[in-house]
């Protein structure tokens, strides 16, 4: 029904947009010119590389949204993205949903594939990690929602495609940051840069700590990136990329509903006590090699590595982890024509594999004098290898000049083994591989519009603890969960370019719903319990306005409306059909506006609206609706030829609004204790920054 609701208020658009783009070529130009909005470019990875020309929805963060904030969190900016929902609590502990997809994830984000560069950041685990990733240190980021791309997996809850920076300006530069706040909040960053005719270089250093504002909750992270290209050549380039992050998160955990309205700032009573933490290290590298082999045949070509190191003491044990991954992808693209008709095409493969060892020892804190977490005897020990393999293609075909079909096509294989030391078992199997495709039909009325149709087909692998049974075994009753995509959207300029509009209305069924029953403090067993349904609009609009000679104006809108909801699910006896689906607003809206002088002087403003959010799967238990207002202003100014420099200050959740950053779905009381659902959100908090630039 939604879909058909708003089926028509899009056509009327396109009638509308149609008579006003007529009417706005016979006006004459304003003596003051208003800026145009320039054409969005979205990665070379993509069959076309201008998101007007992309029959999909995808989310694009520039390098200056990702900087719009304090530089520190990522969860503000993504969240700017309709149909995206980032929670999160204290840096480390996230979740990101796309539609609803992800949602009821007890811990962390599955079922969204992510890629830094042409390296995969989703382990074999199928756990995907970005919040770790210096904002100061990208080039942008896209979002493609839902199932939309082969190239990238066919994920249900589709890709996040982060760019990472490869140089700054021609020639050489150096700059150094700092941002300093509430609570202890600290980053100081350093950044080299180079780029000559032969190649370029850029190197980047961070060290960002909090003393956080809950028990338990200091934070501190640092890291190097370097990254660049070599030997450019007309025809061929190497690009490579490291990153080494050691990150040290100590975690406050949920709280239950008593505490959270009268003591936010407490933490669980037993990760406290022990003064549970996460620690790793973690070694990113990759190398891509791009060559064109003649005029109408390109090939990229890559390999990486991902390894991570991981101390996890917890209240109920101390959990070491080891993950080494490798992997590579091949994908050549280019044109030809059939007769009249242009073409363009990718296709490739790409192969990723993954040694996880998992051990766990008590904790014995509770001897340990108050001084926190004490490792003791071995409990478990565990190892699992996870291979899959991708073939992909995408197909576009121009059938004329305002008409264009495009259609891919993934295959996944997968296999893992698992080996059981503790008890000296071993276990492998693999999955029947999975056919997802993609059909998209799109129509450009002219060069100012586009509108399109597609339907595609996505799926989501088990995570490990959806995979055993309660004995540890592996459950070759599970299956991936699968579901079709079918979305109709349209991409329109206004005001000569100074208005841009998208417009997106998608309908989603997922089958074979995985759910993990928790059984033990870190104990799982996974069934496929049913199907949930999501469907929604979602709505963009980003504007510039000169408003005279000394200020302009961009203002952006971004609201997305959903139902989401289990369509069958019955788990253990109850019946949840009908209910709404966990751990997702169905309803978000985001709103700013930047106003620039012609000093270099700004101010910035941004607000968010995310609704109630349904806590377990019966609907018994909602978390409040809230209201976020931040407010920055800032300098930006030359000192001397070639050197500059940046201030700013903000002010982040000015209304003091209390609120839950992220919630815990479907938390299990224990005892008499009431269920631990609430992560407190950060209350009103300031920061401050200062930067300085130097071009050589």
């Known amino acids: ?125 199928s756990e995907t990690v970005i919040d770790d990733i210096d904002l100061e240190n990208l080039n942008q980021i896209e979002i493609i929602k839902g199932p939309l791309s082969s190239i990238y997996g066919a994920g249900l809850g589709g890709a996040i495609l982060i760019s990472p920076q490869l140089s700054k300006d021609h020639g050489q530069s150096a700059s150094v940051s700092s941002v300093f706040g509430s609570y202890g909040l600290l980053k100081n960053s350093l950044n080299y840069s180079l780029d000559e005719k032969q190649g370029s270089l850029n190197i980047s250093y961070h060290n960002l700590k909090t003393d956080g504002w809950r ?121 030809f024509k059939i007769r009249k008709t242009d073409n363009n095409f990718i296709a490739g493969i790409e192969y990723f594999g993954d040694n996880y060892s998992g051990n766990t020892f008590e904790n014995l804190y509770q001897q340990n004098n108050g001084l926190g977490s004490l490792q003791g005897n071995q409990l478990t020990e565990t190892d699992q290898k996870r291979h899959f393999y991708n073939i992909f293609s995408q197909l576009r075909t121009s059938l004329s000049q305002q008409f264009e079909i495009q259609a891919g096509l993934n295959y996944n294989k997968t296999q893992f083994e698992l080996i ?153 006896g109850n019946d949840y059909s009908g209910n709404k689906l966990t751990g997702v607003a169905a309803n978000k809206v985001n709103a700013g506006l930047v106003l620039h002088t012609k000093l270099g002087i700004y101010l910035n403003a941004d607000y968010q609206f995310v609704d109630e959010i349904p806590m377990n799967d019966a609907n018994t238990a909602f978390s409040d609706s809230y209201t976020i207002i931040n407010l920055k202003t800032g300098y930006r100014f030359e000192i001397m030829n070639g050197l500059s420099s940046h201030i700013a200050a903000g002010i982040n959740n000015m209304t003091n609004e209390k609120y839950a950053s992220l919630i815990l779905p479907n938390a299990v009381a224990i005892g008499n204790a009431l269920p631990r659902y609430y992560y407190p959100g950060l209350p009103v908090n300031y920061y401050g920054s200062v930067s300085l630039n130097y071009l050589f």
Request: glycine residues 6%; charged residues 20%.
């Open 420 to 572: 059981n030391f503790t008890d000296s078992s071993s276990q492998k199997y693999s999955y029947d591989g999975i056919f997802s495709p993609q059909l998209s039909l799109l129509f450009k009325p002219n060069t100012q519009q586009t509108v399109y149709f597609s339907a595609s087909r996505g799926f989501s692998l088990p995570a490990t603890e959806e995979t055993l049974t309660s004995e540890g075994t592996i459950n070759t009753d599970i299956k991936p969960e699968n579901g079709y995509n079918f979305e109709v959207g349209g991409k329109f300029y206004f005001f000569n370019r100074k208005l841009y509009t998208e417009i997106a209305v998608y309908r989603m069924e997922i089958k074979d719903l995985l759910v993990a029953k928790r059984i033990g403090d870190d104990q799982y067993e996974g069934i496929n319990a049913g199907k949930t349904f999501h469907e929604g609009i979602e709505i963009t609009l980003n504007h510039n306005w000169q408003m005279n000679r000394f200020f302009s104006m961009n203002s952006y809108l971004a609201g997305s409306l959903g139902n989401y909801e289990f369509k069958e699910f019955v788990d253990n």
């Open 1 to 125: 029904m939604l879909l058909k609701k708003y089926f028509f208020f899009l056509l009327a658009i396109i009638v509308f947009q149609n008579t006003f783009a007529q009417e706005e070529e016979s006006k004459s130009i304003d003596s003051v010119k208003t800026e145009k909005l320039k054409e969005v470019v979205i990665s070379l990875l993509h069959i076309d590389e201008n998101l007007l020309n992309a029959p999909a929805s995808i989310g694009v963060l520039s390098k200056k949204d990702l900087l719009q904030n304090n530089a520190a969190d990522i969860t503000t900016v993504l969240n700017i993205i309709p149909g995206v929902f980032m929670q999160s609590s204290n840096f480390t502990t996230t979740r990101i949903s796309i539609r609803g997809i992800g949602a009821r994830t007890t811990y962390g984000t599955n079922k969204i594939r992510a890629f830094y560069g042409s390296i995969p950041l989703t382990s074999g685990n």
């Open 215 to 335: 028990e338990n909750s200091a934070y501190k992270r640092e890291g190097i990136t370097i990254a660049g290209e070599l030997f450019r050549r007309q025809n061929s380039k190497l690009t490579y990329f490291s990153n080494y992050t050691y990150l040290k998160a100590f975690i406050p955990s949920s709280i239950n509903k008593t505490a959270f309205d009268n003591n936010p700032k407490s933490g669980a009573p037993t990760w406290v006590a022990s003064k549970g933490y996460k620690e790793y290290k973690s070694t990113l590298g990759g190398l891509a090699y791009d060559f064109k082999i003649n005029e109408n045949l390109n090939n990229s070509t890559s390999v990486f590595i991902n390894y991570k190191d991981s101390n996890e003491p917890r209240p109920f044990d101390v959990l070491r982890q080891y993950t080494f991954a490798a992997g590579a992808r091949t994908q050549f693209s280019g044109a």
